[in-house]
T-cell receptor, first 112, second 113 residues
Framework: QKEVEQNSGPLSVPEGAIASLNCTYS??????FFWYRQYSGKSPELIMS????GDKEDGRFTAQLNKASQYVSLLIRDSQPSDSATYLC????????????FGPGTSLSVIP | DGGITQSPKYLFRKEGQNVTLSCEQN?????MYWYRQDPGQGLRLIYY???????QKGDIAEGYSVSREKKESFPLTVTSAQKNPTAFYLC????????????FGSGTRLTVV
């Protein structure tokens, strides 16, 4: 069974620090990878997507992908209290390109 | 503005009762999905539909039913056969070939009373 794994946390970082969120997946031929942010009681919001090995930067967010290691990460620079949320890693299933598998999420708390 | 609208925001179900959750999108997306989220857990796929009048079971379809009579609408019925329906239900949509991920509705929180 295809799986997406994340540390559940909570991960606590001080304001201004770099938060590092990690995700591993079991399907070696997965193609597309996504990070969603979910505030408590709200629905997930897409913040990053990555398809190729390497880094992809968008503002304070950097997604990193290593397909050989089946590993994807999200770095948040200059963390703010408003970044406190649960971050869901999601991976595209190769047999059905529009069916995505979600990880359980990592809870991030940014301490002022 | 385009988006996905879920209603109601909160729903209470009595034992043995069927209830229907609404999901409407004006994004012209072809694919629509229903997920269930339990406290502290990830999203589990209930049903999905890639085109009108066609849908497939997800990982936890038992006790649920859907229809896709219109492109913009994908209602979910929680039947009395679903023994533990209390959860946060999320509807999502995308273009099947879209690599930009899903757009989610605001969710419906269902509670059994």
């Amino acid at each position: 069974q295809k799986e997406v794994e994340q540390n559940s946390g909570p991960l606590s970082v001080p304001e201004g620090a770099i938060a590092s969120l990690n995700c591993t997946y079991s399907d070696r031929v997965s193609q597309s990878f996504f990070w969603y942010r979910q505030y408590s009681g709200k629905s997930p919001e897409l913040i990053m997507s990555i398809y190729s090995n390497g880094d992809k930067e968008d503002g304070r967010f950097t997604a990193q992908l290593n397909k050989a290691s089946q590993y994807v990460s999200l770095l948040i620079r200059d963390s703010q209290p408003s970044d406190s949320a649960t971050y869901l890693c999601a991976v595209n299933e190769i047999t059905s390109y529009d069916k995505v598998i979600f990880g359980p999420g990592t809870s991030l708390s940014v301490i002022p | 503005d385009g988006g996905i609208t879920q209603s109601p925001k909160y729903l209470f179900r009595k034992e043995g009762q069927n209830v229907t959750l609404s999901c409407e999108q004006n994004l012209n997306h072809d694919a629509m999905y229903w997920y269930r989220q339990d406290p502290g857990q990830g999203l589990r796929l209930i049903y999905y539909s890639q085109i009108v009048n066609d849908f497939q079971k997800g990982d936890i379809a038992e006790g649920y039913s859907v229809s896709r009579e219109k492109k913009e609408s994908f209602p979910l019925t929680v039947t009395s056969a679903q023994k533990n329906p209390t959860a946060f239900y999320l509807c999502a949509s995308t273009f099947p070939s879209d690599r930009n991920g899903y757009t989610f509705g605001s969710g419906t929180r269902l509670t059994v009373v």
